[in-house]
């Protein structure tokens, strides 16, 4: 096996764990609305349809990136959903808001910032890597 072809398939397999996390996160927005709803922005309004939007979106690229043939498609949503999104959890940095009651050191924050790094960079080799769709 080549190494285009171990990279090709070590990515697949990133890609259907990726979708099953991103669905999985998905489905607790639907079952556990009120837990994401305290780092909405304000400026947004209506938290609950976000949390309920966002997760919908999730369970979407989540199916996209088990599916083969949407996996490059989906790869590049989930790139600029992490984008995205982000403002949230930077809005609960920046604002201190608590999740379950704790708010967490900026350490974890930064931790936070560096896996969505990673996973925009995940999602994005994936979309170079997946197959092209016709």
Known sequence: ?????AKAK???VASVCFGLAYVNIGVDHFTDT??????VPEVLGNPAFWVLLTGA???????GLIVPA????????SAVFLVGVYWANLNMWANNIPLDGKTFPDHLHALRLLAQIGMIVLSIAILRTASPTR
């Open 10 to 12: 070590l990515l697949a």
């Open 34 to 39: 009120s837990w994401f709803e305290p780092i």
């Open 70 to 77: 949407l996996r490059r498609r989906a790869g590049m949503a």
């Open 1 to 5: 096996m080549s190494t285009d072809e």
């Open 57 to 63: 979106m999730e369970i979407a690229i989540g199916v």
